[in-house]
């Protein structure tokens, strides 16, 4: 069983930054994916980015703004967020899948407010 948790949240003014961070527990493969959905109020939760071992991923929304990384060796993945907008805020989700049985876990979201 993988437990994630995520800290950093908080409240931003647009243009500034923020750095998320999800602790993972259990086992976790390198080739397991891992990385942040976010869900804005009245939306669908979508993708912000993912890491893997093979590959990363970002929402179209998010390039050349946000940046995903992970720690291999103590089960964490980051999200830097610069450059950010109103639009930005949502509740901010850790995810990760398992490589071979597409097994998924969800932390418990942190809030990320940006102010204009």
């Known amino acids: 069983q993988v437990q994630l948790v995520e800290s950093g949240g908080g409240l931003a003014q647009a243009g500034g930054s923020l750095k998320l961070s999800c602790s993972a527990s259990?086992?976790?493969?390198?080739?397991?994916?891992m990385g942040w959905y976010r869900q804005a109020p009245g939306k669908q939760r979508e993708l912000v980015g993912s890491?893997?071992?093979?590959?990363?991923d970002y929402a179209d929304s998010v390039k050349g703004r946000f940046t995903i990384s992970r720690d291999y060796v103590r089960n964490m993945v980051y999200l830097q967020m610069n450059g950010l907008k109103v639009e930005d805020t949502a509740v901010y989700y850790c995810h990760s899948q398992s490589y071979w049985e597409h097994r998924e876990h969800w932390g418990q979201g942190t809030l990320v407010t940006v102010s204009s």
């Open positions: 259990g086992t976790i493969s390198n080739l397991d994916s």
């Open positions: 890491i893997s071992e093979n590959n990363i």
